[in-house]
């Protein structure tokens, strides 16, 4: 390892907050659909101790690190321990580390990004105490990805790479950034200097996602066992429930129904009640066409994690069962959510669903601004489409197909656009999407199968 200009922390940081910090940053920073949120805390005015922490941070830093949890978790009850080391030891690193890093592990319990404010607040007062401290650092980086702040993301794990180039965990946050922002080279670059740094989950599943956006199928299910692996002697089962989830899209997108269920149950198996597998699940149900089952598995699913996709998926599924109502109320769930927590999935949805063009074009364009990588190029290129600005929603679509990605809705995207502009060699890339995974939108597979009805 390279020395670095990272001032000597006050205290030293065990080993086990070093592992704990390493299973918090195992997984890409953004989930599939990008929801964020935020979460409301209260000041915890019992911790005379903390005050010094808080006049040296600021007002308001130690109220969101030290929050107290509700739930009766284990991840809830490991808070209020943590948060019980931290008050006795204020000006200690080890808690306040652990403390954060298992605000993390909330966050990804609960799929509500807003806990990762607290992971923040827990890196800001490790920091106020040890500038530059490495740990803190990432932990703050991560926080920044989560929180959609990908520009400040990418800036702060170029500073940090730059005083020590041998550090695993920025580059992750760096890939994922890097990804979200557009630049898949710079995300591979920095996916395969971390690989070759640690060869762990965290650097595999980066790497199987990577190769999959470029259509190498043998690289990203070799890939993927290899993240499957080094997960299995993990303590945390979250992070290899996750991968697992990730192999099984990849069948998924396949059209291979059955080795998806294989693996959205070893999922819960390892997991139970694991909501992206949950949903996984739901998905292999609408493709057998057993609406009813999929409903349940979508309602389950939204109940331990409340996504928007998740709310848009119990809709199709309800509405295909028969239960209007419970659709309808599902659709406005998507709407009012999707605007407050993730306009590029409320965008995709009004595209998929022909509502409002004007809005899907205004909440994907504001999306692209921030954070114009693969899929919200797709969002605002099927946005643009839907809108009838053909040429447009062709440019961006071409850039997302050079890619080579095996994802039969983006696909089909690209062959309607590429018709809607005249080019009749759309058509085989809408039959090719049918041809990969025919179930791939309970809307848009029916859609791209009438557009292809009457050839010969």
């Known amino acids: 390892m390279k020395s670095t200009t990272h001032k000597k922390p006050a205290h030293p940081t065990t080993p086990w907050v070093v592992v704990a910090l390493g299973v918090a940053f195992a997984l890409c920073g953004c989930d599939a659909s990008g929801e964020r949120g935020k979460t409301k805390a209260t000041p915890n005015t019992s911790v005379a101790a903390a005050a010094r922490v808080q006049e040296r941070e600021g007002r308001g830093a130690w109220a969101l690190c030290a929050a107290p949890p509700v739930g009766g978790s284990a991840i809830d009850v490991a808070l209020r321990e943590q948060e019980q080391r931290a008050t006795k030891s204020p000006e200690s690193l080890e808690p306040l580390l652990a403390l954060g890093a298992t605000w993390v592990q909330k966050a990804r319990d609960s799929s509500d990004p807003g806990f990762y404010l607290n992971a923040n607040a827990c890196a800001d007062a490790v920091l106020a105490l040890s500038p530059g401290n490495r740990l803190a650092e990432n932990l703050r980086g991560f926080s920044l990805l989560n929180d959609h702040r990908f520009r400040e993301a990418r800036e702060l794990e170029t500073q940090l790479l730059a005083q020590n180039a041998d550090d695993p965990t920025a580059y992750g946050t760096l890939s994922d950034a890097e990804l979200e922002l557009g630049d898949v080279t710079a995300a591979e670059h920095a996916a395969q200097r971390m690989l070759d740094l640690k060869p762990s989950l965290a650097s595999y599943s980066r790497g199987a996602y990577l190769r999959w956006l470029h259509g190498d199928l043998a690289a990203t299910k070799r890939l993927g066992a290899q993240a499957i692996r080094a997960g299995r002697e993990a303590k945390d089962k979250e992070p290899l429930a996750w991968v697992l989830v990730q192999a099984a899209l990849v069948f998924w997108n396949e059209g291979d129904y059955d080795g998806a269920q294989a693996g959205f149950a070893l999922a819960l198996t390892d997991s139970p009640g694991y909501a992206p597998a949950l949903v996984g699940e739901g998905r292999v149900a609408l493709a057998a066409g057993h609406y009813a089952a999929a ?162």
Do not use: C, M
């Open 295 to 456: 409903a349940t598995s979508f309602e389950q699913a939204f109940a331990k994690a409340p996504l928007v996709e998740t709310a848009w998926l119990l809709g199709d599924a309800k509405r295909l069962a028969g239960d209007t109502a419970g659709a309808d109320k599902a659709y406005a769930t998507v709407v009012s959510r999707g605007r407050l927590h993730d306009p590029r999935t409320l965008s995709s949805f009004l595209s998929s669903h022909h509502g409002d063009a004007a809005e899907a074009v205004r909440l994907a364009r504001a999306e692209y601004a921030e954070r114009p990588g693969p899929y919200t190029t797709d969002a605002l290129a099927w946005a643009l489409y839907r809108a009838g600005s053909y040429a447009e929603a062709r440019a961006l679509s071409d850039v997302v197909v050079a890619l080579g990605v095996r994802d039969a809705r983006i696909l089909y995207h690209a062959g309607a656009i590429r018709v809607a502009n005249g080019d009749a060699s759309g058509k085989k890339l809408v039959r090719r999407a049918l041809a990969l995974n025919p179930a791939f939108d309970v809307v848009e597979a029916e859609e791209a199968r009438q557009l292809v009805a009457h050839d010969v």
